[in-house]
Nanobody, 119 residues
Framework: QVQVVESGGGLVQAGGSLELSCAAS????????MGWYRQAPEKERELVAI???????TYNDSVKGRFTIAFDTAKNTATLQMNSLKPEDTAIYYC?????????????WGQGTQVTVSS
């Protein structure tokens, strides 16, 4: 089993910055990707950014140029640096670790961390 824990959320004014951190631990064969998702009230969960162990990265168009994801494959940790934050970035942010086992792949999620951007 893999545990995923996020940290770093909080309240920030528009235009400010926050950095979220995520760590995967437990019985790990390989974490092949780590990503960040968010869910605002009454909205569906959406991809923010995801990166693979081979370095392929995808960003939601709404955060391109403002957010940066980083994945330390040796430590199984990921960060999301968020700059120029906007009120519409307010959401619960979830970290996902994609575990590549010997036979199949599984997604493991963290409990989420609240990010609130005030105008």
């Amino acid at each position: 089993q893999v545990q995923v824990v996020e940290s770093g959320g909080g309240l920030v004014q528009a235009g400010g910055s926050l950095e979220l951190s995520c760590a995967a631990s437990g019985t790990i064969v390989k974490i092949s990707a780590m990503g960040w998702y968010r869910q605002a009230p009454e909205k569906e969960r959406e991809l923010v950014a995801i990166t693979t162990s081979s370095g392929s990265t995808t960003y939601n168009d709404s955060v391109k140029g403002r957010f940066t994801i980083a994945f330390d494959t040796a430590k199984n940790t990921a960060t999301l640096q968020m700059n120029s934050l906007k009120p519409e970035d307010t959401a619960i942010y979830y970290c996902k670790a994609v575990h590549q086992g010997r036979l199949w792949m599984d997604d493991f999620w963290g409990q989420g961390t609240q990010v609130t951007v005030s105008s």
